[in-house]
């Protein structure tokens, strides 16, 4: 499966953004979905993930109540909308997808195709 992510940008320290991840090439519903961000010298770190079947959902906690992750398996689409956003959480994000699982991972190598990311930039 190809996935591809978008929606990033320039907002300002308490605004909001909406990233889109767009699969292609295989059959969505089958994947579980994680978003991860990196910031420049900082390693990938989990930010939310939805079970294949859009049931659960799971949150970092420096995320919680101010992220939600949903998808939309008709079309092929996931979601991650993000308010209240703070300027250490300037980073490029990235979607990644993984064949059902009973879990959902938090670490990057639990998971097989990854998005080419995109810039989310938050200024104080």
């Known amino acids: 499966v190809q996935l591809q992510a978008f929606g990033g940008g320039l907002v300002q320290a308490g605004g909001s953004l909406r990233l889109s991840c767009a699969a292609s090439?295989?059959?969505?519903?089958?994947?579980?979905i994680g978003w991860f961000r990196q910031a420049p010298e900082k390693e990938r770190e989990f930010v939310a993930g939805?079970?294949?079947?859009?049931?659960?959902?799971y949150y970092a906690d420096s995320v919680k109540g101010r992220f939600t992750i949903s998808r939309e398996n008709a079309k092929n689409t996931a979601i991650l909308q993000m308010n209240s956003l703070k300027p250490e959480e300037t980073a490029v994000y990235y979607c990644?997808?993984?064949?059902?699982?009973?879990?959902?991972?938090?670490?990057?190598?639990?998971?097989?195709?990854w998005g080419q990311g995109t810039q989310v930039t938050v200024s104080s």
């Open positions: 939805i079970s294949w079947s859009g049931g659960r959902t």
């Open positions: 990644a997808a993984v064949k059902r699982t009973v879990g959902i991972g938090t670490r990057p190598n639990e998971y097989d195709y």
């Open positions: 090439g295989g059959i969505y519903s089958f994947y579980t």
